[in-house]
């Protein structure tokens, strides 16, 4: 019998469906990994087993019988576990009342000995390490917090755990450590669903290993019956359903034309390695790599908002490195922000406010705002952007997500750089005004700019970048792809680890 | 900052003044004037609104730097003492002989760098206005009391010999306006318009709305904050030099409370308490409505006691108020 099983579910936010009709089952005692590109429709999916989200349609069986979850607390009644990729632990609190949290809460008082005692039987057959109930989270090491956390999880009498991401946060003897504990797990009968994007992990760990791709359940198999190639294709394989504006016709990739040179740049934290890449006038460069691969992070690093442990960045012939974000934006490299509600606009402002924040100078006459100015620049911002408005009045936050990120690319682009970086442009946009953008992209590298776009959607990266550095998990350039090389399966192999995880094989074999 | 998009013709202008929160609140206003003057015999006398306008005068003016820092984000409840400060100075100043236009600046200056290290405090070692400007509240309080050895400096005989010095306080134009009024008036008109044209300003704003996204535009952000603390205290002792003027002396307890006043007018008039939101011309009808409210309340002998409690409430009301209106209208955005 099963442990878990899903029949038909599917979910739709708004108009847009992120689950059609998956069927999903975990037997007791497996470690079933669940893969797929971002945005698929894996956390929808736990989400949903978890009771955080109720599904549009479909059946969910525990034990085989058929079960509702429409809370948290159901999910958790049924012995569900949910194991998050950040960890969500008091950092001033114990160990054991961390792992206790949920039941401290009833009656005021409680006895930090009984639970210390009650957290030890949890924790020592968990981590050959012993970890101490009565210390204070804060003063863990990650990989120890990750145990407390699956502690935390698996104190409420758990029979299902659904682990996301367990390894990203951790070094290699302690991503050992979490696999060894899964194990003791799987013996004592848990079912584990395993979500990531580590082939190793995958090949290694698990038992099964089933594929969601665009919110469809491709395929399941046994682990030792698949071919990386195989859960390759299956992530990746798609048309790309998109019409996207013509690419360059003839760029000359010459020295006269580099325009952004990047030499040997290292993240201080250890986040990406050995960065080169060359960026010349007119093309859209792309950077494809998996969540957490560190393309923002190499973005950051090059506009001066992330500490640096070397290397150099040459542009209009000067490195500049160490030089400050602002200067850096002043001489033409400027950057959209990822987070458009957060680093990017004003949302309490209108539009006009908006648009002129980084062309404030050159609308300004002795200190005062020229108003005709300011209209004129934004009406023709809002044209050109086709941004959909009452008027320049209207507040920012009134306007739908695909309008406010038209604006914050007005703002970006009110004064004509000459390097744009875009990350993440159009997520959480509307296909209209993805669409729009895109042109937008385009027109800008006819006009001379040259563009870095970071993203994680595979089709946007194909349908738009003229060029491809693919990036791996470890933060460096795997591979740079350009013309028909830019399809979805070899920019799949490269980012997803298969590479590396192929290579390293291939090594094993050849010292054996 | 205007909150809605222009709709051609009077229709359009109508309700987009409906829509501002001064429009409303200057209504108000206008209808408890119209009540009291009704209904009490004194409200309409010369007398009575030379005090209302004169009580405006002083508050007024912090009220301006009050709004100042609060459009960055922050606010000051340094201003009392601040005021208070700086005539301390400039009073020591002139009894020690200093001619009085330079006692005056010495003491405004003492301000400016009150606030300057206020600015520095809370930009560079990332601490909250709110705990360092309460801090700086009885800090400069405390510098009064050391300064004066805790007695009050009475200037009565010293202003007889300065007319001009004297002037600003109690002087009258047309022998009915009091001449702080028109000072504070033409301090208010200029910062309103300051305020909505300038680009200063406008960094201002910026800074107020969201932080992080002024930084990304490249403002300067910690320099925004800076200037705002620095024109509040600055305002404050220019606010102290009338203070003086007006009272001949200064005492050690003057000012005390009036950063409430200030603060709770600025709200009133819809100056939001997270930075970015709110005009020069609304935090002032705001304080227009608390003293019409106190003269009220005097002219109808309420006892003081329910003063302070008739006030906060109706504080805590516009508040109230705010926060049902900016959740409606995210409900409705979203």
């Given at each position: ?512 | ?19 501002v929160r001064e429009t409303s609140l200057l209504m108000i206003i206008i209808l408890c004037a ?22 405006i005068?002083?508050n007024g003016?912090?009220t301006i730097?009050?709004i ?117 008036a033409?301090?208010a008109?200029?910062?309103d ?71 709770s007018a600025a709200v009133i008039g819809g100056v ?6 709110g005009t020069v011309a609304g935090g002032l009808l705001g304080l227009l409505f608390i003293v019409l409210i ?24 516009a ?16």
């Open positions: 019998m099963n442990a878990l099983e899903l029949k038909g579910i599917s979910k739709s936010f708004g108009r847009n469906q992120v689950l059609f009709g998956v069927d999903f089952a975990l037997r007791p005692g497996e470690i079933h990994a669940i893969m797929g590109e971002n945005g698929a429709g894996k956390s929808t999916l736990m989400n949903i087993v978890y009771g955080n989200l109720k599904p549009d349609g479909g059946e969910i069986y525990i034990n085989g019988q058929k079960t509702a979850i429409n809370h948290v607390l159901d999910a958790q009644n049924l012995g569900i576990c949910f194991v998050h990729q950040e960890i969500a632990l008091c950092q001033d609190a114990t160990v054991a009342e961390n792992i206790f949290m949920s039941q401290i809460g009833r009656g005021g008082k409680y006895n930090l000995k009984t639970l210390a005692a009650k957290a030890k039987e949890i924790l020592d057959p968990l981590s050959s390490k012993p970890i101490d109930p009565y210390e204070i989270v804060e003063r863990l090491p990650i990989s120890s917090q990750q145990v407390v956390e699956i502690a935390k999880a698996i104190s409420n009498n758990c029979r299902i755990l659904i682990l996301d991401e367990p390894t990203s946060s951790l070094s290699g003897a302690e991503a050992e450590a979490l696999h060894q504990m899964i194990h003791r797990l799987r013996e004592n009968g848990i079912g584990i669903i395993y979500i990531s994007h580590r082939m190793s992990d995958i090949f290694e760990q698990c038992d099964r290993v089933s594929v969601l791709r665009d919110g469809h359940m491709v395929a399941t198999y046994n682990v030792s019956e698949v071919s990386v190639q195989q859960l390759v294709n299956d992530m990746a394989g798609r048309e790309v359903d998109m019409l996207y504006p013509e690419k360059a016709a003839d760029l000359h990739r010459e020295e006269s034309n580099v325009v952004l040179d990047v030499r040997g740049l290292e993240d201080a934290a250890g986040k990406f390695h050995e960065i080169n890449f060359r960026l010349y006038q007119g093309e859209v460069l792309g950077f494809a790599g998996l969540l957490g691969a560190g393309r923002s992070e190499i973005m950051k690093g090059i506009v001066g908002l992330r500490k640096l442990k070397g290397g150099e960045v040459l542009f209009q012939g000067k490195n500049i490195v160490g030089m400050r974000t602002k200067d850096i934006f002043d001489s033409g490299l400027v950057m959209l922000p990822e987070d458009r509600k957060k680093q990017g606009l004003f949302l309490d402002m209108n539009i006009r406010q908006n648009t002129v924040a980084t062309y404030l100078s050159e609308i300004t006459k002795n200190g005062i705002i020229d108003r005709k100015k300011e209209r004129e620049l934004t009406q023709s911002r809002i044209e050109r952007m086709n941004i959909r408005c009452v008027g320049s009045d209207q507040i920012v936050r009134s306007l739908s997500g695909g309008n406010q990120q038209k604006v914050l690319v007005a703002k970006t682009l009110a004064k004509k750089p000459e390097i744009v970086i875009m990350d993440e442009p159009t997520r959480g946009v509307d296909v209209g005004a993805k669409a729009e953008i895109h042109r937008l992209l385009r027109d800008l590298t006819h006009e001379g700019v040259s563009v870095i776009l970071v993203s994680s959607e595979l089709n946007e990266v194909i349908g738009m970048c003229d060029r491809v550095e693919l990036i791996d998990g470890s933060g460096t350039i795997v591979k740079e792809v350009l013309g028909d090389e830019i399809n979805s399966d070899t920019i799949m192999y490269y980012i997803s680890d298969a590479y590396r995880y192929e290579q390293s094989n291939r090594e094993v074999s050849i010292n054996e | 900052m205007n909150e809605i998009a222009p709709k051609p013709g009077i229709k359009g202008i109508v309700k987009k003044l409906s829509d119209v009540i009291l003057t009704f209904t009490n015999e004194f409200f309409f006398t010369t007398a009575n609104l030379q005090t209302v306008l004169g009580s005068s002083i003016i912090l730097g009050m100042v820092v609060m459009i960055t984000g922050g606010l000051d409840l340094s201003v009392g003492s601040v005021m208070c400060m700086s005539m301390a100075f400039a009073a020591q100043a002139i009894l020690s002989g200093v001619p009085p236009l330079l006692a005056c600046l010495i003491g405004i200056a003492a301000s400016a760098l009150s606030g300057l290290l206020i600015g520095l405090v809370v930009t560079k070692l990332k601490l909250s206005h709110f705990i360092v400007t309460l801090c700086f509240m009885g800090i400069y309080r405390g510098v009064v009391y050391v300064m004066t050895a805790g007695k009050s400096i009475s200037l009565v005989s010293t202003l007889k010999d300065m007319p001009k010095l004297a002037f600003l306080g109690s002087g009258y134009i047309g022998s009915y306006i009091p001449f702080t009024f028109v000072i504070f033409l301090l008109v200029a910062a318009l300051y305020a909505r044209r300038s680009t200063r300003m406008r960094k201002l704003y910026y800074t107020g709305s969201n932080e992080l996204a002024a930084g990304h535009s490249g403002i300067n952000t910690d320099r925004v904050k800076i200037g705002a603390c620095v024109a509040c205290s600055t305002l404050a002792g220019v606010a102290g030099i009338i203070y003086m003027s007006k009272y001949s002396g200064v005492s050690t307890s003057a000012g005390t409370g009036l950063e409430m006043t200030a603060l939001s308490m997270n930075g970015g939101k106190q003269d009220a309340m005097n002219l109808f002998s309420v006892q003081a006691f329910w003063q302070d409690l008739i006030r906060y409430v109706i504080v805590l009301l508040v109230i108020l705010d926060v049902v209106q900016e959740t409606a209208r995210k409900k409705k955005n979203s």
